[in-house]
Each structure stands twice: as C-alpha cells, then as structure tokens.
T-cell receptor
C-alpha cells in the first residue's frame, strides 16, 4: 500500500533561515507528488505539485521541491523563510492516472520565530 | 477563498448517533472527495464522487456513506458513531483532473 513519511513533526526556525522538509513515499509505480500547506485557521491549499518532467518544481511563495526517484523522496525547500510561513505542511502522493485517492503524510508543523 | 463551503463548522454527537455533514462546491466542480483528519494526522481519503456516483473509496467501513447532488452540493453520512470518529472532516472538489480545492472542514466530536 502507498504511504508517505514526513521526517519532522515540528520544526522551529528563525526568519531568514533556510528550510528543508523531508518527505519519502513508498509506491512502486508512477506517482504524482504534492505539497499542501495549511496556515493557521485556513483551509488546505496546494503549494506545488510534480506530475512529470523537470524534477525540480517551483511553487508559490518561493517554495520548491525536488523529486528524486531513486530515493523515493520529494523534499520541500525554501532558501529564506519568513514569519508568514508559519503553518502545517503536508506531503502527499497519488497514483498516476488514478486521480481519486491522495495519500497524505502526517504533516510537519513549521514555526518561524520573528 | 476556495469556493468550497462546509457546514456546520463544529458538531457534537454521542456514540451510536448518526451525523450528516454538508459541502457546497463551486459551480462546475463535478468531482468531490471527503477526507478525515484526526488530531495530529494528515487527511485520510474516505471516498470520492464523480457526477453523483461513488468512484473511489478508502479504508472506511460502510457506515460512512455519501451523496452528491446535481447542484454541486454533497453530503457525508456516518452511522453508528464511534469515539474514534472524532476528527476534522474535509470536503474537496475539482473540475475533472483539475486543481483540488479544500473546504475549511467540520470538526466532529463524538462523546
């Protein structure tokens, strides 16, 4: 069965620090990969996604993620975080050509100190 | 704003009762899916409806059921509530294979 593992449950950084959130998935076939973000009191929203092509994907608000197929990883990065990036981040995967079930990781709570 | 509205925002029920959660999607969103998010966990896929027919289901028992209506609204029904059903229930909708838009969820507490 598919699963998604996020390495850190809670990350605390100071503003301007660099960010990398780890995500590994288990599935033998071709997958689509996502990062979702949930700001305090708000709905889940898509940060970025990888379907095919360039494994380095750029999303909104300066975030990017790199798909490394050999490592089954899709880590999220941002060179310099802001206080407004405080949120919960979810890595997710679904089977290509099966666009129903999206499997989410447990989430990483990111807290940015001003 | 996602255009996906869920009601109610909070709900308290007792064990054994039945509950109906509602979702209103943007016009044209022919696909709706429901997720359960327990405390400290990521959302778990319950099922998906496409043009009023269920077309995908996660590992949830049959007491979790749904309906999708022609007016782009949908329902999640849970019978015989159990304590472990306490969670945030999220509705998400999209047009065909387009971007998924999530609602803010209904927080269900089962006592």
């Amino acid at each position: 069965a598919q699963s998604v593992s996020q390495h850190n449950h809670h990350v605390i950084l100071s503003e301007a620090a660099s960010l990398e959130l780890g995500c590994n998935y288990s599935y033998g076939g071709t997958v689509n990969l996502f990062w979702y973000v949930q700001y305090p009191g708000q709905h889940l929203q898509l940060l970025l996604k990888y379907f095919s092509g360039d494994p380095l994907v750029k999303g909104i608000k300066g975030f990017e993620a790199e798909f490394i197929k050999s490592k089954f990883s899709f880590n999220l990065r941002k060179p310099s975080v802001q206080w407004s990036d405080t949120a919960e981040y979810f890595c997710a995967v679904n089977e290509m050509n099966r666009d129903d079930k999206i499997i989410f990781g447990k989430g990483t709570r990111l807290h940015i100190l001003p | 704003e996602t255009g996906v509205t869920q009601s109610p925002t909070h709900l308290i029920k007792t064990r054994g009762q039945q509950v109906t959660l509602r979702c209103s999607s943007q016009s044209g969103h022919n696909t709706v899916s429901w997720y359960q998010q327990a405390l400290g966990q990521g959302p778990q896929f319950i099922f998906q409806y496409y043009r009023e027919e269920e077309n995908g289901r996660g590992n949830f028992p049959p007491r979790f059921s749904g309906l999708q209506f022609p007016n782009y609204s949908s329902e999640l029904n849970v019978n015989a509530l159990e304590l472990d059903d306490s969670a945030l229930y999220l509705c998400a909708s999209r047009v065909d294979s387009g971007k998924l838009f999530f609602g803010s969820g209904t927080q269900l507490s089962v006592l």
